[in-house]
Antibody
Framework: QVQLVQSGAEVKKPGASVKISCKAS????????FHWVRQAPGQGLEWMGL????????SFALNFQGRLTMTREASTTTVYMELSSLTSDDTAVYFC????????????????WGQGTQVTVSS | DIVMSQSPLSLSVTPGEPASISCRSS???????????LDWYLQKPGQSPQLLIY???NRASGVPDRFSGSGSGTDFTLKISRVEAEDVGLYYC????????FGGGTKVEIK
């Protein structure tokens, strides 16, 4: 069965970076877009960016350009999200999501979600 | 960027009664292939979101048939024909024509 298992909670100081992993299993790793979505306390869902795991190509929301990196390691079917220059506004739950088939340009179809990783930014 | 707007912000529904959520986009989500690039999601309390509807009107696997999506272009609707207690949560629309953007969400609660 399809699974996305994320790394554990993180506590970071302002100005630091955080890197979250997402281990994928149960499907063809290189066929589907991966996305990262976050949810601040009491707030809605915010799309951050996507990764094409076949080519490594990424695309990010304007809000995150310049401080967001998404990478993958095909040998371990793991994707990573790194966010730098953290502020208290980055305190949120971060979700790894499998999107649609990249070769059909299906950017949506968020059918499978990781369990979420709590990131707390505090001095 | 495409801007997504949802209404109402919240909805209180009697079990067994219908419910309807509206979603509007700032530009058309209809592509020349005939697909509307809009999804609907439900986030139940304490859970990760789940896909309900994709490409405007297609129910995801395992989604009860009381959920339906309709609309085209810039105006879309999610309908629940008979609300059940398990349907409480936050509902989001999301456009996928360009890089995804979520609507602000609609909270559904039971009366």
């Amino acid at each position: 069965q399809v699974q996305l298992v994320q790394s554990g909670a993180e506590v970071k100081k302002p100005g630091a970076s955080v890197k979250i992993s997402c281990k994928a299993s149960g499907f063809s790793f290189t066929s589907y877009y991966f996305h990262w979505v976050r949810q601040a306390p009491g707030q809605g869902l915010e799309w951050m960016g996507l990764l094409n795991p076949s080519s490594g190509t990424t695309s990010f929301a304007l809000n995150f350009q310049g401080r967001l990196t998404m990478t993958r390691e095909a040998s371990t079917t793991t994707v990573y999200m790194e966010l730098s220059s953290l502020t208290s506004d980055d305190t949120a739950v971060y979700f790894c999501v499998r999107g649609g088939l990249w070769f059909r340009d299906l950017k949506g179809l968020f059918e499978f979600w990781g369990q979420g990783t709590q990131v707390t930014v505090s001095s | 960027d495409i801007v997504m707007s949802q209404s109402p912000l919240s909805l209180s529904v009697t079990p067994g009664e219908p419910a309807s959520i509206s979603c509007r986009s700032s530009q058309s989500l209809l592509q020349s292939n005939g697909h509307n690039y809009l999804d609907w999601y439900l986030q139940k309390p304490g859970q990760s979101p789940q896909l309900l509807i994709y490409l405007g009107s297609n129910r995801a696997s395992g989604v009860p048939d009381r959920f339906s999506g309709s609309g085209s272009g810039t105006d879309f609707t999610l309908k629940i024909s008979r609300v059940e207690a398990e349907d409480v949560g936050l509902y989001y629309c999301m456009q996928t024509l360009q890089n995804p953007v979520f609507g602000g969400g609609t909270k559904v609660e039971i009366k």
